[in-house]
Structures are given as structure tokens and as C-alpha cells.
């Protein structure tokens, strides 16, 4: 994932330099992955050591079915170091822990001179969001987006002062979609303008050489970038055409879309074919150039400087250890259409069935259906994380395990959200189309056709009253359930066990 071209460390031409890709197995296993997580990376690889080569540097790219590939990086980089005889390595420091810890093992007992430089990529240190959260039990990231928001000079007036007057639109950003041929008359969705590549020949390599994927890998017809000037061009039109429309929907679904008004360039960031602070200039340009509103960007940057740093920065804090976590003591298997889609649950139908088909769904899909069902069940969060981990092609740890473990799933017991993000049918209703014509009804909360978020989440606040009962964000929530009575309250825990032992049947 250091595919950035324009990195300081291209400059830096020395003949006796030799730049090393590599494709290996110990990469696509440790998880099982989706087809187009696997492809993406691969040909983004290959497209940057074509463009390494074309600029003049050597490059030795290993690839995944090469003869000589020990499938393991410290093997291959001390195989290549012993045929050109060179003595020292250098690499881009890695996101992941796994990686870190397993290049400092590798750095401590070979014979090589093994040193590491910055991937100029993030606009914060790895340790920055624990220093500046010393001593207290939750992370709001809300002040670490506005202590950074300050730092770099965004959306400000007077070098201090917020843009528009408040910090966050937040509130101005929940709006539903219903269509252009509606009575609401939305706006329609964008056009898709990714290009088109085939990799076909790519992808029968990775299958002859054993490589275990999932979903559908749409090889001879895939959409994602695969080098910087295709990751700029869907930045460009992103702004342009997409993000004026970007925050009143951000939260909305729909089964005739998978995508609105997102932006579709998490896999050009995180890949680091872009950076998060060019990113952030160009949704300021569109504002002042009068493209896009104040509630639009400012919801658009929060993601990019607020979130993402922040979740980096808890990911760092607290590696290793974090991906075992298990708050809620939950410890169901994941059901099995998470594999397939193949349930009557149209929310979970499509929201699942869309991440196989393209490797990606946007964060409320993530979050409030797939995750909000996953929680609501008391699946295994590690289950949960390893899903998330494989299916997106934007999912990297650094980023994916947070969201996952600590916003989804509430497993670090309230570190990073200050409560569970989970809903009734009621919450999804309002922001899609998904209750209409489902097989379940959105209404009941027991009998045969009650959808099952609705006795799952009441199920949920009862069993877990002693360590949410005092949560200032619930109040309200543990009202409502109060006002039910014993007889009620009964019926909705075995409805919930109910749904709990059919998992696999919902």
C-alpha cells in the first residue's frame, strides 16, 4: 500500500539503488480476500514499477507465480540482497503492526543494514492522538478535528474561527434518497467515469497460483485506479460533479445504487496514489469556488482530516492487543450469507450482496446495517473484523480495525464511540428503501415475519443494562424499554433467541 510515485524517495536517484516489489503469499493469506482487493493491489503495483522503470530506476519486481518467490518478504529481500550484493535495505515505514513488528524482528538478526523512511503520506506521527489523549478514558475524535483543523489551516477564518460559522454540519448531512423520479425529485446519481481495465491475464496468474478469494472479481472489466493519474482524474470528478450533492445524502441507501454521491477514491488514498491533505485542498477550492456548500465539504474533509487520522491514531495507541478485544463477551459465528448475500433480509441482502459484487459499501452500510446486525447478534467482533478486513478494497488495518472493533462493534468498551451504534428496523427505514417489499416487516418486533433488528435490539439494551444502563447517550433508549412491560419484555428475549439460533435461516 505505498504506491505514492511522487514520494521524496523517487528523487533521490542513485545508480547502486534497486526498488523491490513484491507479491507474496504471506500477504493475500493472513486473511481471506476479496477478488478485487487482491487484483487492485497487484495492478497498481505493476503500474508503479512500470512507471519506476520508465523514469530510469531499477526495479526488481517479484511476481506472485515467479519460480524463485519465497512468498515471505524478509526471505525474498535477503534472496534479492545476496544476488546483487547489496548490503542495506530501506523501507517505506508500514501502516500495519504485523508488518512493523515483523520487519524489527527481521532488522535484528540479519546481516543486513535494515533502516525505514516516512511514506510522507499522514498529516499526524503515529503517537500523536494517544499524546494528545493522556489520561482520558474516551477519544472524542471531535477535538482532535478541531485541534487539527486549526493545525493545518482548514476551512478557517481568522486562523482560528470555523468557516460558515460552526465546525460540524453534521446535522445538516442526513438526508434520505428517493430518486429523480420521485416527487422529491433528488438529484440523480453521478455517472461512474472509473476506467475500465482488463485484467484478466492478471487474475488467472493469481488463481494458478493458489491464491483463495472471494467475490467477483471482474477481471476483464475493473473499475478501480490503478495508478495516480486515474486516482487524480476520480478525485477531479469527485469534486466537481459528486460532492455537491456528497453531504445531504452521505447517509442514504437505496437498492437501486450502491454508491450516490460517495466518492469512490478510499482505495486511491489508502494506497497512497493520493495524499489526504491534496485531497483536502481540493474540496476547499470547491467551496470557494462556489461548487459545493459549507455542509458538503465540511463533512467530506471530517472524514478525511478528522476521522481517518484519529483512527490511526487509536490504531497505534493500542497495538497489539486491540484486535483481540471482546467488551460484550459476544462470540457467535459470522452466519453464513455473509459469504453469499443469500438472505431474506433485503437490508443485509443488499448492503452484503453489493460488497461482493464491488468490493465496497459506504460507511453507513458498513456501519449501521451490516455492523449494527453483527453486533445486534453478538457475532465474534474478531469474525467481524477479519469480513471487513477481506471484502473492502479500501480495508487496511490501520484503518479498517478501528471502525470495526471500536465504532462497530463496541468491542474496546467505548474507547473510541461513546456508545453502541446500533438501530431497530425504524433507523434503516428512514435512510433507504430497504423495508419495502422485504420478506420481513419492519413493524413487528415478534412473530414469524418481525424483522429481526427490532427484538434483537431491545434483546440487546436489556442483557447489557449493567454497563450501559448509566450511559448518558441511552437515557431515552432504556425509557422505552421501561415502559414495556414484563410480559413484553419476555416476549421480545425469545423472539431474540430465537432469531439468535437461526442465524444461518434469517
Not at 14 to 24: Q, S
Not at 179 to 184: E, L, R, S
Not at 336 to 365: D, N, P, V
Not at 480 to 493: C, F, G, V, Y
Amino acid at each position: 500500500d505505498q504506491l505514492n510515485p511522487v514520494n521524496s524517495w523517487f528523487d533521490q536517484f542513485v545508480g547502486a539503488v534497486m526498488y523491490v516489489l513484491m507479491e507474496v503469499r504471506s500477504e493475500t493469506d493472513y486473511v481471506l480476500h476479496h477478488a478485487q482487493k487482491v487484483l487492485g493491489i497487484f495492478a497498481a503495483m505493476r503500474a508503479l514499477s512500470a512507471q519506476l522503470q520508465a523514469s530510469g530506476h531499477r526495479v526488481h519486481y517479484i511476481t506472485i507465480d515467479d519460480a524463485d518467490n519465497q512468498h515471505d518478504i524478509p526471505a525474498n529481500l535477503e534472496l534479492v540482497a545476496q544476488r546483487c550484493g547489496a548490503t542495506q535495505v530501506q523501507c517505506q515505514a508500514p501502516d500495519e503492526w504485523r508488518l512493523d513488528a515483523l520487519l524489527h524482528a527481521w532488522r535484528d538478526q540479519t546481516t543486513l543494514q535494515v533502516t525505514s523512511v516516512s511514506s510522507e503520506h499522514f498529516l499526524t506521527d503515529r503517537l500523536d492522538v494517544q499524546q494528545q489523549f493522556v489520561g482520558k478514558k474516551s477519544w472524542l475524535m471531535e477535538t482532535f478535528y478541531r485541534a487539527m483543523r486549526i493545525k493545518h489551516g482548514v476551512m478557517l477564518e481568522d486562523g482560528k474561527k470555523p468557516l460558515g460559522g460552526k465546525w460540524n454540519f453534521d446535522a445538516s448531512n442526513r438526508q434520505n434518497w428517493h430518486g429523480p423520479n420521485t416527487k422529491h425529485a433528488d438529484p440523480a446519481e453521478p455517472e461512474d467515469v472509473r476506467p475500465i481495465h482488463n485484467h484478466a491475464k492478471l487474475w488467472s496468474s493469481i488463481q494458478s497460483a493458489g491464491v483463495k478469494t472471494f467475490g467477483n472479481a471482474q477481471a476483464a472489466a475493473f473499475r478501480w485506479p490503478v495508478n495516480r493519474d486515474e486516482a487524480l482524474a476520480q478525485l477531479g470528478h469527485f469534486v466537481q460533479h459528486v460532492l455537491p450533492n456528497f453531504g445531504r445524502y452521505q447517509d442514504a441507501m437505496h437498492t437501486d445504487t450502491w454508491r450516490l454521491f460517495h466518492a469512490l477514491i478510499s482505495f486511491g488514498l489508502n494506497v497512497k496514489m493520493l495524499s489526504p491533505l491534496e485531497v483536502i485542498r481540493r474540496a476547499e477550492q470547491a467551496l470557494q469556488e462556489g461548487v459545493a456548500s459549507f455542509e458538503a465539504v465540511e463533512g467530506f474533509i471530517r472524514q478525511i482530516l478528522g476521522w481517518r487520522e484519529y483512527v490511526r491514531g487509536v490504531y497505534w495507541a493500542n497495538m497489539p492487543g486491540y484486535d483481540e478485544r471482546n467488551a460484550l463477551d459476544n462470540h457467535k459465528n459470522l452466519p453464513q450469507w455473509f459469504w453469499t448475500g443469500h438472505t431474506k433480509m433485503r437490508c443485509m441482502q443488499h448492503a452484503i450482496g453489493q460488497s461482493l459484487e464491488h468490493a465496497y459499501a459506504h460507511h453507513i452500510q458498513r456501519l449501521m446495517v451490516i455492523g449494527n446486525f453483527a453486533l445486534l447478534a453478538g457475532v465474534s467482533p474478531q469474525q467481524v473484523h477479519q469480513w471487513y478486513l477481506g471484502v473492502y478494497i479500501d480495508a487496511f488495518e490501520w484503518v479498517e480495525l478501528p471502525n470495526t472493533v471500536g465504532m462497530s462493534q463496541y468491542a474496546d468498551g467505548g474507547l473510541l464511540a461513546t456508545k453502541p451504534y446500533v438501530s431497530s428496523a425504524a433507523y434503516i427505514d428512514r435512510m433507504s428503501n430497504y423495508c419495502k417489499g422485504c420478506h420481513y416487516n419492519k413493524s413487528e418486533k415478534v412473530g414469524d415475519k418481525a424483522c429481526p433488528f427490532n427484538a434483537l435490539y431491545w434483546d440487546f439494551f436489556a442483557r447489557h443494562r449493567d454497563r450501559l444502563g448509566n450511559n448518558f447517550r441511552l437515557g431515552m433508549v432504556y425509557k422505552n424499554l421501561d415502559r414495556m412491560t414484563p410480559e413484553q419484555q419476555a416476549a421480545i428475549a425469545q423472539q431474540a433467541h430465537m432469531v439468535v439460533g437461526n442465524l444461518d435461516n434469517l
